[in-house]
């Protein structure tokens, strides 16, 4: 048996900030291993429990001892929203972490840049990666997570109500015109009721649909970061976009709430079309004649289709590097793509994704969706713990244009000087200074 020996010796930063040694363990034959730590959530435990044994059977000279997210941050049942301090917390608590790693999280030097393991890593191949999913990790200089699998949202349809209406499904490669040719088309109505719609948004994000055609709304090429809320390609996107509720009537809105009906419409056969994980392929065609189809497209070199990674960090904070970069390279080869919420995503590997038989086991109609979705995704465009400068306030733009309080451009002005303040503000915290985290 292990028998872990906790060394209580401290090193401590240039600064006079105290970090701990890595802790270590024997074995029976006396060798001494070092101890990583590893924070997941408590219903990812099980999941987990097999790669763990592996991994220290093929590395005896490592161990890793699995942290809790849930009782590092005090979570309830539900995972209730995460303390304002919470990557501070996880990055304190673990060497590796299950983390959506922000832009301001990796300027408040919080995470561990990975760029000069993987330069030393022979064995650790980036082309191995779907182009941008390792980009979408990369910023600043640095290379700040690993992904492991990623989720696309993809355009659901009802194949009956297309024959019905007579209209040729949606392929790879529609256009938005096209889109709001059979969104129009398939709209029905009796009198001023709308008995079917032809396009559902199911959740009150709209961000998916403007930063496909825009781009992104905070440019973060420059330092610091700069908001394109005023931009004229952001105001165009967003006005087409308000246009399918405010002039052409094929979508509803509803306002922001705990529960949304929209979800309701679809349920109820109300929605010609609606947006949706692939998650929910198999339990939708089940109920229905479904169709799928990428998001639209402007062009062959257009970015449109919302692609949401999960992905796995370093604390910066670690006294091991090179032991947990040998845990985090060996779990980005693993189909951890069956976890949890991503169920059903891709691996982001080209081969995890071949020896895993993700391809092979999925639907035609699904698989062509999804390869074109591939070429042509936007990765998370719609993340509100990303640190983007503005997201409530165009949350809030947005809500106030459906609403018709304002109009789009006035909104997204204000929008604008809202996270212009947000990018004060946040410099001004980043001059104060945030320690490195240390182990608790």
Known sequence: SLILVALLVTCRHDDG?????????????????????FAIYDWEAAAYKDLVATFEEENPDLRVQVV???????????????????????????????????????????VYDLTPLIEADTAFQPE???????????????????????????IFYDKDVFDRAGLGYPQPGWSWDD??????????????????????????????FVAGRAGPLVDDSTDPPTPRFDQPE??????????????????????????????????????????DGVEAWERRKVESNLGVAPYPVDGEDSHTTPARTRSLCLSAG???PQAAWRWLSFLSRQPLHGLGPMVGSLPPRRSVAQSSGFWQNLDEELATALRF????????????AGGAPGFWAFQQAMNEVLQEKTSVKAALAEAQAEAQREVRSTVAQQARGIPTPDFV
Do not use: K
């Open 68 to 110: 809790s997210i849930d009782e590092t941050l005090g979570l309830g049942p539900g995972h209730n929203e995460w303390p304002g301090d919470a990557e501070q917390r996880l990055l304190a608590a673990a060497d590796v972490a299950n983390l959506s790693v922000s832009r301001q999280t990796v300027a408040q030097g919080l």
């Open 179 to 208: 889109f709001l040719v059979a969104a129009r088309a398939l709209t029905v109505r009796e009198g001023e009721r709308v008995t079917r719609w032809g396009f559902v948004q199911p959740w009150p994000v709209h961000l998916p």
């Open 373 to 384: 979705a591939l070429d042509h995704a936007c990765m998370n465009p719609d993340l509100p």
């Open 17 to 37: 900030a105290p970090l701990p040694v890595p802790l270590l363990a024997t074995g029976a034959a006396g060798q001494e291993r070092t101890t990583i730590r």
């Open 234 to 275: 952001v105001i165009e996107a967003v006005q087409w976009y308000a246009d399918l509720y405010l002039e052409h009537r094929v979508m509803p809105y509803f306002p922001p709430a705990a529960s949304t009906p929209a979800q309701g419409l679809i349920d109820d056969g109300q929605a010609a079309m609606w947006a």
């Open 318 to 320: 670690t006294r091991q």
């Open 128 to 154: 191995d990666y779907y182009p941008g999913m390792l980009e979408a990790h990369q910023w600043a200089g640095g290379t700040w997570a690993l992904p492991t699998a990623v989720s696309f949202q993809v």
